[in-house]
C-alpha cells in the first residue's frame, strides 16, 4: 500500500489498515478531506467496532461529530456498547440533541439509559423534552441549540455574541430575536448583521415579517413552509408564544426523504421500514407486508365470488374468458395512475379537499378521452386478433345448436364491442375511484397514501367485472337463456 498517495480511494481494507498500523496522521488527513459521509460508509463495513472506536482517540471531535451522525444506526449501537463512560461523554457532549434524540429512538431500553447518563444535565433535560413530543411534529424535529438574539443589542454587542457562542449553535446564518420576555419578535441574516452600520440595533436591523410553527406542527406541514417560503431554518414556539426550538433545512431535507418514502411505501402497499431496506430483517420485511397481502386477499375474493356467480355466462361464451385479465388489468393501472396523481398533488397542496368536485370533474373528463382512446383501438385490436385466430373463436362461441347460423361477423363485432365497452366504462369508474378514494381519506385528516394503488386496483378489478359479465348478458342474453 502506498502511504504517501493521498488521492488513494478510501477502502474498508485500507481504513482497517491504518488504524491497524496506527497512521495517526493520515487519518486525521483523511477526517480533514474526505466527506464525513463517505467515511461513515466505509466504516460502517468494518466489522471490528473497537477498531471505529480509536478513531475518535485520534481526530478531533469536530470532525468525529459529523462523522458519527452519519453512521448507520447498528454502528452506533454497537460503539455506545463498546465506548467507555469517558468517552461516551466526550462523544455525546458535541452531538446535537436532536440527533441524539434521533438515535436513541432506535436503541435498547439499556443503552437508553447509558446514553442519559453520560449527557449533562442540561442536555438530559432537553433530550427529554424532544422525547415527549409527539412524533413526526415539529417538536420532535427541532434543535434546542440555536442562537437567539435580544432586540436591544448593537451591531457590535451582536455580532460578539454569535462569536462567542455561535461555534456550536446549528447554524448561525439565520438568527432569532426575541424580546425580554423570551417572546419572537424577528430573524436576522448573518449576512445583514454583517453590512448594518456601527451602533445599529438589532431592532432596527431584523425582519419582522417571519413564519413560525407551533411544537405540534405536523411535519409535513412545516416541510411545505420551507418550501412556500424558502427558508433555511424557521422558529418552533411553544402554546405561550416563546421560542423553544428551530428546525433548520438539513432537518426537513430529511423528512422529506422519509416523507417520500413513506408513501412510496403506502402506495405500493407496503408497511413503511423503521430503517433502511438493508438493515431490515427478513421477518420485518414479512410482517410489513404481510398485512396489505392478506387485506388484498380478502377483498380480491369478490372478484371469484362474481366469476362463480356468471359461471354459467362463461361456460356458455367461453370467448369472454380470455379478455378477463385485459380488462381487470387496465382498469387497475388506470386507478393506479390517478391515486398516484392524486397522492402526490395532495402531499405538495397544489389542491384540497375542497377542491373535490372540480377535481373529480377534470379526471371524469380525462377519463372520457382516454377511455375513447382505448376502446377505439381495443376494438379494431380484437376483431383482428379474433379473425387472424390468435383468440380462437369459432370453436368457442359456435358451440351450440342454438347458435346455428348466427353471423360469425356479427359475433365478432359483438365481442369487440363488449369488450371495448367495458374498457371505456372501466376507464371512468377507476379514475373516480382513484381521485375520490384519497380525497376522502385527506378529507379525514388523514394520509391519502394509506389509499394504496393495489387496494384501487382490486376495487377496480370488481367493478370491471360486474360491468364485463352484466352487459354480457344485455348482448348475449338470448343466446344465454336458449342455453
Known sequence: MDENNKEEVLTPERLEYLIDNKKVKMIREIFETVPALDIAEVANEIEDVKKLVFLFKVVKSEYTADFYTELSSDTKENLIKTMSDDQLVDLLEDQFTDDIVDDIEDLPAN???????NVSKEKRKDINRLLNYQENTAGSIMTVEFLGLNQNLDREHALSRIRSIGRNKETVLTTFVFDNQRKMVGTLNLDDLIFARDGELVSDIMNQDFVTVGVNTDQEEVAQMFKDYDLNAIAVLND????????????????????????????????????????????????????????????????????????????CLPILVPFVTVLMDTGGNAGGQTTTLMVRGLAVQEFTPKDYFKIVWKELRVAVVTGLMVC?????????????????????????????????????FKVAGLVSLTLFLGIIVAKFVGTSLPMLVASLKKDPALISSPFVTTIVDVCSLLIYLGFAYLIFGEFLGAL
Open 240 to 315: 405561550d408564544e416563546r421560542l423553544v426550538g428551530i428546525i433548520t433545512i438539513d432537518d426537513i431535507v430529511d423528512v422529506i426523504e422519509e416523507e417520500a418514502t413513506e408513501d412510496m411505501s403506502k402506495l405500493a402497499g407496503v408497511t413503511p421500514l423503521d430503517n433502511s431496506y438493508l438493515e431490515t430483517s427478513v421477518f420485518k420485511m414479512a410482517l410489513k407486508c404481510a398485512p396489505w397481502l392478506i387485506c388484498l386477499l380478502v377483498l380480491g375474493t369478490f372478484s371469484s365470488m362474481i366469476l362463480n356467480k356468471f359461471e354459467h355466462a362463461l361456460s
Open 376 to 412: 377505439f383501438f381495443a376494438c379494431l385490436w380484437f376483431i383482428a386478433e379474433m379473425y387472424l385466430n390468435i383468440i380462437e373463436f369459432d370453436g368457442s362461441i359456435l358451440n351450440s345448436e342454438a347458435l346455428t347460423g348466427f353471423p360469425l361477423f356479427l359475433a365478432r
Open 111 to 117: 443503552l437508553v439509559y447509558r446514553v442519559l447518563k
